[in-house]
């Protein structure tokens, strides 16, 4: 077998035995590849221009969000029948050379039930929707002519790495679910991850990277994701891979990139960071705040010139320096099929270098062109999910005895989140337990509590977790609901009782804490539940960071269905008084 030297991917077994036959022929294949990168592909015809121009369509965060149903700036916006519309407009407007869609992460996961209760099989299926005709199932030996690119994100691996790889791979293993497609297909987006590896022999666990062609140059699409996916996942969820640094993963593969001839970077990144939303093109000087992606752009190569960034759930369209001096445009599209980035490159033809670089970020409205014409495959696909689990959805828990609210006293308690706090505490079977209202999105009317109710209680699908606390970290964590700056949101707790004085200074307002019944103990340590925003020092709780043994449980809303249906019914919560102002 001839290996054609500096590719990480390409193989070429050539029979020796007729080389010598057409040995002409043969140089010309080679050359070919060399060039290229790749053995697949039609072969570009000539081109005359100058420079070449491409469009990306960067799309992050979806988190099989298919339905309609929510708003940006106050208007409609996204589902997949909308999303749709938009991106096959994007994909036949204007005068690119060739359109490439790209999926900086978290495709799926905690996603809806319209998607998540088919292990979202049908955002993958949504997106094998814009596959072109050169894209295949898997991520073996993709066609450059293919415009499907991604890479993965924390949320992909929220089932183990077997159901990861089915997902790419195809098949439908020993699922029990409905399959809008049986057997499951796979998908046809070509997915590349350079820093996440195995961890016996340090090999990447997908290619690091695949090389496009359009209009007859080379781009490079390396993918990489946020190295804290350990601490976002249960740990038998990454069990046997290694997650490693970003930009040191990323930078590993330039050289051999660049031996190919190529010098069009492009980068997908699944972390982010958050910038004021603003309209049209990239705007010059702007500043990225928060998150990780700034550091890990100003330690790129100075190669690297596109990160379509994510993880973050927000706007970004700025140019970041590279470990070079070199403006990187860094862009990200808010989440759950809100929008997504419209990226506009123009390439030198002669040097294969990009030497314009802009995006604007696309809000995906329903309520205007192309959005108020929903696209009808999707429509369709969606129709048929939504058939499939209903069945699911509509499944009776319990019953209510009265409407349990969110409506909070003047100590701040609500009976539902005592409800949702204590179910969580249920699951884990801890001690003390602590949610935040912020977590708590509808109530619950009197009657009958579907599964679906209960979804709406908690659609953010954040898994629920435990770990050890001291009596002085509990209290603590409770001092810091009066930090500056006040957290958005003020926590629930389960199994505790407390009392506060307002008018006492910042640090000093918890007057006494009880743990069923019994006075809190300082020095004595305390099993806590929790959830995974909490746990990560979400909203300012910075305390719930410093928790040991940390154990992973079930998605939130399961823990409340579970608790809901292990209650006396009919369920009758009423504000107990665990919290009380004393002033």
Request: net charge negative; aromatic share 6%.
């Amino acid at each position: 077998m001839i290996m054609t030297p500096g590719s990480w991917r390409d193989r070429i077994p050539i029979n020796l035995q007729i080389l010598s036959g057409f040995c002409v022929l043969c140089v010309l294949i080679l050359a070919t590849i060399l060039l290229s990168g790749y053995l697949t592909g039609p072969v570009p015809a000539p081109h005359t221009n100058a420079t070449v121009h491409v469009k990306i369509l960067a799309i992050n965060d979806f988190h099989g969000h298919m339905s309609p149903g929510q708003t940006l700036n106050n208007r409609p916006v996204g589902g997949a029948p909308v999303l749709a519309s938009y991106l096959k407009s994007a994909m036949v407007s204007g005068n690119a050379d060739g359109t490439i869609i790209a999926l900086p992460g978290d495709v799926v996961g905690s996603s809806p039930p319209v998607s998540g209760l088919l292990l979202d099989e049908p955002a993958m299926l949504f997106f094998n929707s814009f596959a072109n005709q050169y894209c295949s199932i898997g991520s073996n030996s993709p066609d450059v002519s293919c415009n499907m690119v991604a890479t993965l994100g924390n949320q992909e691996f929220n089932n183990g790495i077997p159901e990861l790889m089915r997902k790419i791979n195809g098949g439908d293993g020993t699922t029990n679910i409905t399959h809008l497609v049986d057997p499951y297909p796979g998908t046809k987006t070509d997915y590349v991850c350079a820093n996440v590896v195995w961890t016996a022999n340090n090999t990447p666990i997908l290619p690091p990277y695949t090389l496009r062609n359009v209009g007859g140059v080379t781009i490079a699409f390396i993918g990489a994701d946020t190295m804290t996916t350990p601490n976002l996942t249960n740990a038998a969820n990454v069990e046997g891979v290694t997650f490693l640094d970003e930009a040191d993963s990323i930078n590993r593969y330039i050289p051999e990139i660049q031996q190919q001839g190529v010098h069009a970077i492009v980068v997908l990144l699944h972390e982010g960071g958050n910038q004021t939303p603003y309209d049209g093109p990239t705007q010059m000087n702007g500043t990225v705040n928060g998150g990780r992606v700034a550091g890990i752009v100003s330690r790129l190569d100075p190669a690297v010139d596109v990160v379509l960034s994510a993880h973050t759930h927000e706007f970004t369209n700025a140019y970041l320096n590279n470990s070079g001096g070199k403006p990187v445009l860094v862009t990200q599209a808010y989440m759950y099929s809100r929008g997504y980035a419209d990226i506009d490159l123009t390439i030198d033809r002669a040097t294969g270098e990009i030497v314009e670089k802009s995006a604007q970020i696309i809000p995906a409205y329903a309520d205007q062109a192309p959005g108020t014409s929903p696209d009808p495959a999707a429509t369709a696909l969606l129709t048929e999910a939504q058939n499939a689990v209903a069945p699911v959805e509509n499944r009776t828990i319990g019953v209510a005895a009265q409407n349990i609210t969110r409506d909070e006293n003047s100590a701040g308690e609500s009976a539902m989140g005592d409800l949702v706090a204590d179910g969580e505490r249920a699951a884990m079977k801890t001690d003390v337990g602590f949610e935040t209202s912020g977590d708590i999105f509808a109530d619950l009317s009197q009657g009958t509590i579907t599964w679906n109710d209960l979804y709406d209680v908690q659609p953010a699908a954040g898994t629920v977790m435990s770990m050890t606390l001291s009596g002085v970290q509990i209290r603590q964590a409770l001092e810091q609901q009066w930090q500056e700056p006040l957290p958005p949101d003020n926590l629930i707790v389960s199994g505790l009782a407390y009392t506060y004085d307002a008018a006492q200074p910042a640090g000093s307002k918890v007057t006494a804490v009880t743990i069923h019944g019994v006075p809190l103990n300082p020095n004595t340590n305390y099993t806590v539940s929790t959830v995974g925003f909490l746990a990560m020092g979400g909203d300012g709780y910075t305390t719930f960071e410093e928790g040991q043994t940390m154990t992973y449980g079930p998605v939130d809303v399961d823990a409340l269905v579970s608790y809901v249906g292990s209650l006396p019914q009919p369920v009758n919560v009423t504000v107990d008084g665990r919290i009380r102002r004393i002033n």
